[in-house]
């Protein structure tokens, strides 16, 4: 199999943008740099959105008490969001 005919098949979480089709992949780690989040899914929607539901996907039961991320991630949605989980 060449990596032209590779790259041709998609999963399950890869969906249609403006540009074609793609994916995001979502992570947060613990202070240590340990993976305790992974969120696959379509490229289309913006990060922002993706936050809640990469902490359901989890694999740890302790809750986040602080989350950092950049800029894109200063809503005050998201903040409401968060401090009622």
Do not use: N
Request: aromatic letters at 4%.
């Amino acid at each position: 199999m060449t990596a032209a005919s590779a790259a041709r098949k998609r999963g399950c979480a890869v969906g249609p943008t403006k540009r074609g089709k793609g994916s995001k992949i979502m992570a947060i780690s613990d202070g240590h740099g340990y993976p305790v989040a992974f969120h696959v899914t379509s490229e289309s929607p913006a990060e922002v959105t993706l936050v809640e539901a990469t902490l359901d996907d989890r694999f740890l039961p302790a809750c986040v008490e602080i989350l950092l991320g950049d800029k894109a991630y200063d809503s005050d949605k998201l903040d409401t969001i968060l401090a009622t989980a």
